[in-house]
């Protein structure tokens, strides 16, 4: 690091292994998915074994039914929540393909804005604009009027250091004048 720049490798997979961990990317089994999964798995055994044990009769048929209609329900809103993981997880995509073009990645903390620098692209993003602020041992992410995401990957070990403490810095230093 030379004058308080931060040079940036862009690595694809770095990114993807943070947006896509915990099977945030699965069909079946992301977030908002995996509930729906298990209870659709779980409505078909019960209903086979209704059907092949032949324990349905005249008297329970609308147990059955009302089971069906469940299991309809429950697809349904499986195939909504598939089709929101593969919208969100093509945006992810196209947004990492869309960063691999550049070439020249650098950050700069000032005290009062975050200068980033992507090959004759530049921005300046105030302090104050980011809302929320997580820090850890994989990545830094700064969200608010504009997102980032800095995987510790990204960056030599120094470099993630003078980050973390510098943002860490600056959280204090915000929360010391909201204070007064």
């Given at each position: ?51 092949f ?6 008297d ?53 804005f ?8 530049e ?8 809302t ?49």
């Amino acid at each position: 690091m030379k004058d308080g720049i931060i040079s940036l490798k862009f690595n694809k997979k770095d990114f993807e292994e943070i947006y896509f961990r915990d099977n945030q990317g699965s069909l079946f089994f992301s977030n908002k998915t995996r509930n729906l999964t298990i209870t659709a798995i779980a409505l078909v055994v019960v209903l086979s074994i209704l059907y092949f044990l032949d324990l349905i009769s005249i008297d329970n048929f609308g147990i059955y039914y009302f089971l069906i209609f469940i299991l309809l329900i429950c697809v349904l809103r499986l195939i909504v929540g598939m089709f929101e993981t593969l919208k969100w997880k093509r945006g992810i995509s196209n947004y990492l393909k869309s960063m691999d073009v550049y070439e020249i990645f650098e950050l700069q903390l000032t005290d009062d804005f975050l200068y980033v620098k992507r090959d004759d692209d530049e921005s300046y993003n105030s302090w104050n604009l980011f809302t929320n602020i997580q820090i850890n041992d994989q990545y830094i992410s700064l969200e608010g009027k504009t997102n980032f995401l800095f995987p510790r990957k990204s960056m030599n070990l120094g470099d993630y250091v003078y980050f973390k403490d510098s943002l860490k810095t600056k959280l204090a230093q915000k929360k010391s004048e909201q204070m007064l």
